[in-house]
């Protein structure tokens, strides 16, 4: 294979890797513009959607695409029962109190996988086979389809929800100004639930388009978590085409470092981009120079 060939395959690699980050990453930045905090559980609800997938087709036998769709409606469930549960039960929380709520949570989370699944790691088959596409000598896995795809119809779902729809409007208003809000008859306690229900159910379809090319594994949620943070810190802050553009770069960078240098440096990739991003421009590359203040909850 010559070297264009092989950059070729890295850098399809790295978009495919990019995309699974910037789906993790609109999931922190739609519950950041509605509540500033930052959910470290999310992550989590990625590999949930991916066990849960595994545990519908390859347990009890429920063809393939369905079994994403209930391991989907789960995972929202699970993210809407966190919220009433841990947030909205609280008064007048600080942030940090929230942020380590959530900390909390990505443990509980994990602890009940691995109590449930064990400590395997579990596979799905591809929703289209596994032949591979060439192109221009390199090979695309036909669920990649599925996972670019999927990345375009959640931005273009998302875009539209918050640019034409009531609801969206209404949570973008409590992102500006949650007091202004209750004033005119948002109820921005439901405001926040729907705000994890969307970044829970994101999180569900991830780690179900991903696992036939990725193992799920009950400890997996934590590394992509912290991608998917280094992503959407990248990306700025509640900034959803940020978080795209950021996913992609990060996907790129991780899989040209693997192929170049060491597969051993990859994991490094995203914390140190992470690092050097809050050093030198806090609020993002794609987002504002200065980071603002914390929201209030």
């Not at 929380?93 to 942020?99: F, R, Y």
């Not at 596979?123 to 389809?145: E, R």
């Not at 992609?248 to 995203?270: P, Q, T, W």
Request: aromatic share 10%; charged share 10%; net charge positive.
């Amino acid at each position: 294979m010559n070297i264009g060939v092989q950059l070729l395959q890295y850098t399809l690699s790295g978009i495919t890797i990019g995309s699974i980050y910037a789906m993790v990453a609109i999931g922190f930045n739609i519950i950041y513009n509605s509540t500033g905090i930052i959910n470290l559980a999310q992550g989590d609800f990625v590999m949930l959607g991916g066990m849960a997938a595994v545990y519908f087709h390859n347990s009890l036998h429920i063809p393939l695409l369905l079994s994403g769709f209930f391991a989907i409606t789960i995972v929202t469930c699970i993210g809407i029962l966190f919220e009433r549960v841990a947030i909205s039960s609280l008064k007048n929380p600080s942030i940090i109190t929230l942020i380590i709520i959530t900390i909390a949570a990505s443990i509980l989370f994990k602890g009940g996988a691995m109590f449930i699944w064990g400590k395997d790691a579990y596979v799905l088959p591809s929703f289209s086979g596994d032949k591979p596409i060439m192109f221009f000598g390199a090979t695309i896995l036909p669920q990649t389809i599925w996972i670019l795809g999927f990345l375009g119809l959640i931005v273009a779902a998302l875009m539209a929800f918050f640019r034409f729809s009531i609801v969206g409007k209404a949570m973008k208003a409590c992102s500006y100004n949650k007091r202004a809000a209750s004033i005119v008859g948002i109820n921005v306690n439901k405001m926040v639930m729907i705000s994890f229900a969307l970044s829970a159910c994101i999180g569900g379809i991830a780690g179900v388009i991903v696992t036939p090319i990725a193992l799920a594994h009950y400890d997996r949620g934590s590394l992509l978590g912290l991608k998917g943070f280094g992503t959407a810190v990248m990306g700025g802050l509640g900034n959803m085409g940020g978080a795209v553009a950021a996913g992609l770069i990060i996907g790129l960078l991780e899989s040209y470092s693997a192929g170049l240098l060491s597969s051993g440096y990859k994991d490094a990739v995203a914390l140190v981009i992470l690092l050097m991003v809050l050093y030198f421009r806090p609020g993002g590359i794609f987002g504002k120079k200065e980071i603002e203040s914390l929201k209030t909850y």
